[in-house]
């Protein structure tokens, strides 16, 4: 089992950038996949990005491709989500999940372990 925690999250107006970390425990962080997650009030759960173990593969929600930018430091046992261009419909709590087989998935069943979540508003 890998502890997450996510940090970065806050307000910021339309067109402004935030990027959130999330941290994790273990020495066996840099087996992980990682995904991140965002769900808005009463709105599911959705995929936002996720990143391979190595880091060689990411992939992306279509709403974010081109603004939003996943990576990881395996050093540092984090991962971060750089978030460009935000506009009002990216408010959410965004939290950050690992999957033990070392790949990502679209799907929130698939990970292992989650962060508590972190707020992310973005002003009109």
């Known amino acids: 089992q890998v502890l997450l925690g996510e940090s970065g999250g806050g307000l910021v107006q339309a067109g402004g950038s935030l990027r959130l970390s999330c941290a994790a425990s273990?020495?066996?962080?840099?087996?992980?996949?990682m995904g991140w997650f965002r769900q808005a009030p009463g709105k599911e759960r959705e995929f936002v990005a996720g990143?391979?173990?190595?880091?060689?593969?990411?992939t992306y929600a279509d709403s974010v491709r081109g603004r939003f930018t996943i990576s990881r430091d395996n050093a540092k046992n984090t991962v971060y989500l750089q978030m460009n261009s935000l506009k009002p419909e990216d408010t959410a709590v965004y939290s950050c999940?690992?999957?033990?087989?070392?790949?990502?998935?679209?799907?929130?069943?698939?990970?292992?372990?989650w962060g508590q979540g972190t707020q992310v508003t973005i002003s009109s």
């Open positions: 999940a690992a999957d033990r087989n070392g790949y990502y998935y679209t799907k929130d069943y698939e990970y292992d372990d």
């Open positions: 990143i391979s173990w190595s880091g060689s593969s990411t």
């Open positions: 273990g020495r066996t962080f840099s087996t992980y996949g």
